[in-house]
């Protein structure tokens, strides 16, 4: 198991790098470990992987299987008993998962160069966290020391989860704001928050009606001048299946002339991908020339 008990991507089989495993992911949570299947497996295939599993890690305290491929199907235990608050340690910061309340735990494991580097530039900084979720970005930010993070979602339990987060570090929530707006429709009342020294943009792929990568990247992109300061950086996440880091790049040189890319990266070592270009990445942007 990971050292310290620190949150890590143990098998990533979605990168297609591992044939015949591409519908499986194995996380570490400290003594707890998480598997997800994308794609029908037998029982005997299952319980083999147990078996296997426990013979190479005896210590864990719980084994969990959660198959994607049956929507609404509860995670299953398989090796001893689900932790009553079961946490993502990561960087010395802590975060609550939530299992059985969706598809996701409430926490995005391949993000943790997102977040050290969110945590790296926040210094003294006002932030705007768009597309927040459960607020591990404004966790990061606060921690490295950001003087303001406003965090917005649709998602109001999301959100509730987020101030948990803060809670749980033991950060001052009145440097932390948790508004339930609906991003396009709200740009008015955001503007009149800023301006944000540094923004940070990590849709969904999709998100219903309110976001798909290829129709809004472009549109976010357009308005982010009208939010941020004179020397303000974007740090911008894709996980866009169909949406490469250069697409995105393009966007922002077309809809912020003048600006540079400063910093692309992959998710890690932890995430190999059989196409590196269609993997997740985080970009840095930042003006040209600081006036």
């Not at 994607?68 to 932790?83: A, M, Y």
């Not at 004179?230 to 866009?240: I, P, T």
């Not at 169909?242 to 995105?248: E, F, H, I, P, V």
């Not at 990266?265 to 997740?280: H, I, K, N, S, Y």
Request: hydrophobic fraction near 40%.
């Amino acid at each position: 198991m990971p050292r310290n008990g620190e949150a890590r991507r143990l098998f990533h089989g979605r990168g297609r790098v591992f044939p015949g495993y591409q519908d499986l992911v194995i996380d570490s949570y400290g003594d707890l470990l998480w598997i997800t299947l994308f794609a029908q497996r037998n029982q005997g295939w299952q319980e083999e992987l147990r078996r296997t599993l426990q013979d190479l890690f005896p210590e864990l305290a719980c084994m969990v299987l959660q198959r994607r491929d049956l929507p609404g199907e509860e995670p299953r235990v398989l090796v001893g008993r689900l932790p009553v608050q079961p946490l993502a340690r990561e960087a010395g910061l802590s975060y609550l998962l939530r299992p059985g309340a969706g598809q996701n735990l409430g926490f995005f494991i391949d993000m943790a160069r997102g977040r050290e580097l969110v945590r790296s530039l926040a210094a003294g900084k006002k932030v705007l966290n768009l597309f927040a979720y459960s607020c591990s970005f404004s966790v990061a930010a606060l921690a490295g020391g950001a003087q303001q993070v406003v965090n917005v979602d649709m998602n109001r339990g999301a959100l509730d989860l987020g101030r948990r987060n803060h809670q749980l570090n033991r950060l001052d929530l009145r440097r932390a704001s948790f508004l339930p707006y609906e991003i396009f429709r709200s740009l008015s009342r955001l503007r009149k928050l800023g301006p944000f020294d540094l923004v940070i943009c990590d849709p969904p792929y999709s998100q219903g009606r309110s976001f798909n990568a290829e129709a809004h990247w472009p549109k976010l992109v357009a308005k982010l001048q009208g939010l941020l300061g004179r020397r303000g950086e974007v740090v911008a996440c894709l996980n866009a299946p169909q949406m490469t880091a250069a697409d995105l790049g393009a966007i922002f040189a077309r809809e912020l002339p003048g600006w540079r890319e400063a910093l692309c990266c992959g998710a890690g070592d932890d995430f190999p991908v059989q196409e590196p270009r269609l993997g997740v990445t985080i970009q840095h942007f930042v003006p040209s020339v600081a006036e």
